[in-house]
């Protein structure tokens, strides 16, 4: 088995997409028996996620990571176990000991640029990252929960307008029902299909990304915020929980003294219509 950590600095590094170093390890009858640094040679979820493959990683343990990137490494077949920080060797010890807890996709995932501003902590402030966090949706029940399922899908809003869709990609969706890798609603409709099987699903926000939380909008003083100067209203740049996280927040304000964030997810209070096709369960 060969384990892949995001790194730097001998810590598991918070922002897959921005992984310049990764340590890998291998493991023999649940031993690590060799470690080395492999640098990062391109850009992008995809790109990294083909990295990995040609290194045959079997496992990626990493702190922040989207929607995106985990659809990429689940394309090249690798495991995701996301979440991790500290010490990049106890995490991997702590993955071997059954330790480890996947919190799934924790981080939004958009194009473009995107920010680090400073170090402050958005928890430090009531604003939470509850539209881009995973966690296991325990309610869910069908014959496919637990199962690795490929679909196709396409997404759009109740005026017809699409907003994403894989058959536009070309490439199937996997993902494992029910452990929190989708939105609940996503997850409930595919755990009772059958491969084949077509289905029409309308979703309301409580079953989607929730409703929009004031509380996850906060302002801060630029002055605070080592960056801050640089960024625009639009813009999506992330901050930092107690813990080091990375919270991605989008700018809705900005003045010469003070720049507000705003946390919830972009789809958060929308109503979403699927329609899904379930390819293959394996």
């Known amino acids: 088995m060969k384990i892949a ?3 730097e600095d001998g810590k ?20 690590i028996v060799a470690t080395e640094l492999l640098a990062s040679d391109g850009a992008g979820h995809g790109a990294l996620a083909q990295l990995l493959k040609r290194q045959d990683i079997d496992v990626l343990i990493c702190g922040g990571i989207g929607g995106g990137a985990q659809a990429a490494l689940a394309e090249q077949g690798i495991e995701l176990c996301a979440g991790a920080q500290g010490s990049a060797d106890e995490a991997v010890a702590a993955y071997l000991r059954g330790e480890l807890i996947n919190t799934g996709a924790n981080c939004d995932h958009h194009h473009g640029e995107e920010h680090a501003c400073g170090s402050q902590g958005c928890g430090e402030h009531g604003c939470h990252s509850e539209g881009g966090c995973g966690g296991c949706h325990g309610g869910i029940q069908g014959k496919n929960v637990g199962k690795t399922c490929r679909v196709h899908y396409r997404g759009t809003f109740n005026d017809g307008a699409q907003f994403d869709s894989s058959y536009d990609r070309g490439e199937p969706l996997e993902f494992v029902c029910g452990a929190g890798q989708m939105i609940p609603g996503f997850d409930a409709a595919v755990a009772d299909m059958e491969p084949g099987e077509h289905r029409d699903v309308h979703l309301t926000p409580e ?3 929730g409703e929009a939380d004031p509380e996850a909008v906060v302002t801060l003083e630029i002055a605070s915020l080592p960056g801050a100067e640089a960024v625009s209203v639009g813009e999506r740049v992330y901050l930092q929980d107690p813990y080091g996280r990375p919270i991605p927040v989008r700018i809705t304000a900005k003045d010469e003294k003070t720049v507000t ?3 919830n997810h972009e789809m958060a209070g929308k109503e979403l219509n699927f329609h899904i096709e379930l390819v293959e369960v394996k």
């Open 207 to 209: 079953e989607a990304y």
């Open 12 to 31: 598991v590094f918070q922002h897959f997409g921005h992984t310049e170093t990764f340590k890998l390890y291998r493991v023999e009858d649940g031993q």
């Open 5 to 7: 950590v995001t790194y």
């Open 261 to 263: 964030f705003d946390a």
